[in-house]
């Protein structure tokens, strides 16, 4: 049980385009979503929490109108990458958690490339 | 604030030998203690967690921690690891809320 997917598990898009990532929770409805970026090497930052139905809360220096987040249901979340760059090239995980438990559940991962 | 420190950015060992991957945290108050693998380009697997009772807790894969409250410590130990164990460990803390705050990963290399 707690299968968390994402989707696409790897894009490849050209500078100045959006890049959408689907976080589903599988077997179970998250009450929230975690949102991380990870560069080559290092640990997880987190980026944003979103609760169902309500605006993301985003970690101070994110970028609310680049990473805009969505959690439309109890089991889908969305990271759209706005107009990205380079720079923006990194592996994006998510995570969902129930209310109470204090584990959280992690998806695979989604590896950006900017061009 | 919470803080996590992980004090080993990389461990090398030879199969079978023990691994210890230390973990330090700092928080003024109670807080929750999880270890996590990850294998190359893949998402965060849970090893095991503290949230309360016993300070030494068991996980998946042999591996086992202990709690330190006086040393604000949580150190994964596992007395025989094997090949499949080489990954990347983080040591991870919450008090609450469910926001994970992640230490910088400790790369375990296990060597034939």
Known sequence: GAVVSQHPSRVICKSGTSVKIECRSLDFQATTMFWY????KQSLMLMATSNEGSKATYEQGVEKDKFLINHASLTLSTLTVASAHPEDSS???????????YEQYF????RLTVT | AQSVTQLDSQVPVFEEAPVELRCNYSSSVSVYLFWYVQYPNQGLQLLLKYLSGSTLVKGINGFEAE???????????????????????FC????????LVF??????TINP
Do not use: M, W
């Open chain 2, 92 to 99: 991870a803390v919450t008090k609450g809320a469910q926001k």
């Open chain 1, 37 to 40: 970026r990870q560069f080559p």
């Open chain 1, 91 to 101: 592996f994006y995980i998510c995570s969902a958690g129930v209310g109470g438990d």
């Open chain 1, 107 to 110: 998806g695979p991962g989604t």
């Open chain 2, 67 to 89: 709690f330190n409250k006086s040393q604000t410590s949580f150190h994964l130990r596992k007395p025989s690891v094997h090949i499949s164990d080489t990954a990347e460990y």
């Open chain 2, 103 to 108: 230490g910088q990963g400790t790369r375990l």
